[in-house]
C-alpha cells in the first residue's frame, strides 16, 4: 500500500482503489470493458495474465465456508513459474479494510473454472424492483434470459464501497451483497444522469453481468474457490512492500 508523502500514513484500500487514475475511466466508460475482459468466452490462460496485471482493480469470488458466502481480493500475484524456480506461488489480498486484510493463497485451478453454462437468470427490468429480501424471494428467473458464470468477477470502482460494506455487515452473505449491489447501480445512475459534458456508461445496461454473478452466488450456483493462509515466506514479503 502507498504511503501518503503529507501524513505520511497508510492509506486504506479503499481510498487507495477510488484515487487510480483508471478508476473514473472504467466508472464512466469501460465497465463494460472491464467485465469482457474477465467473462466466460475468454481462455483460462489469458484470464490467468488479466489477473495479474489488473492490481487496481478489486474482485468477488465465493468462500470454501458457510452458505452462499462471498468475499474481496486483489493484487493477485505470483512468484516462480521461471525454469530457475519452475514451482508458481499464488497470493492475494482479502479485503480491504484496514486491519482485517490478510494475505491468502487460492486455488487458481477452482478460481479460473466456469461455474455453470448458461444458466436461467432474471431480466434486468426485475432486478430494479429489489430492495429487499422479501421482494428478492419472489425474484423469478427468465425464459430466455442466460448468463455463463466463472468462479470471480471485477467489481467496477464506484461500487466497491457499498459491496464492502455489505459484506462486513452481513458476514459475506451474497444475498445482502446482491440487494445492495442493485441499490448502488441505481444511485450511479442517478448521480451522472446530469453530467452533461461526457458520454457516461449506464450502469444498469453495463453492470448487468456483475448482478447475474450476484444472483447466482445467492442461490448457491458459483462454485466455491477454496483459500488459506499464504505460508509462502516470499509471496508474504511481496505483499509486505506493497
Known amino acids: 500500500m502507498e504511503k501518503d508523502s503529507s501524513t505520511n500514513d497508510l492509506k486504506s484500500w479503499l481510498e487507495w482503489f477510488s484515487t487510480r487514475e483508471s478508476a473514473p475511466k472504467i466508472n464512466y466508460e469501460a465497465k463494460q470493458a472491464l467485465f469482457k475482459k474477465f467473462d466466460a468466452s475468454q481462455r483460462k490462460t489469458q484470464i490467468k495474465t488479466d489477473l495479474l496485471r489488473h492490481s487496481e482493480n478489486v474482485f468477488l469470488y465465493k468462500q470454501n465456508f458457510g452458505i452462499n458466502k462471498i468475499n474481496l481480493f486483489h493484487h493477485l500475484s505470483s512468484i516462480g513459474g521461471s525454469f530457475y524456480s519452475p514451482q508458481e506461488h499464488f497470493g492475494a489480498i482479502q479485503g480491504i479494510d484496514e ?43 427468465s425464459k430466455d434470459t442466460y448468463f455463463i458464470a466463472r468462479n470471480f468477477i471485477p467489481i467496477p470502482p464506484f461500487m466497491i464501497y457499498e459491496i464492502n460494506e455489505s459484506i462486513l455487515e452481513h458476514d459475506g452473505d451474497s444475498k445482502q451483497v446482491f440487494i445492495k449491489a442493485i441499490k448502488a447501480v441505481q444511485e450511479f445512475d442517478n448521480r ?49 512492500k506493497l
Open 99 to 141: 486491519g482485517i486484510t490478510s494475505v491468502v493463497t487460492s486455488d487458481m485451478t477452482q478460481l479460473l473454472e466456469i461455474s455453470a453454462v448458461a444458466t436461467a437468470v432474471p431480466k434486468i427490468k426485475d432486478y430494479k424492483n429489489i430492495s429487499s429480501v422479501d421482494e428478492y424471494s419472489h425474484l423469478k428467473t
Open 192 to 240: 451522472t444522469e446530469e453530467f452533461e459534458d461526457k458520454i457516461i456508461e449506464k450502469a444498469e445496461d453495463t453492470c448487468v453481468d456483475l448482478l447475474n454473478w450476484l444472483f447466482l452466488a445467492s442461490k448457491g450456483k458459483i462454485n466455491s474457490t477454496q483459500t488459506i493462509a499464504c505460508s509462502v515466506k516470499e509471496v508474504r514479503t511481496h505483499f509486505s
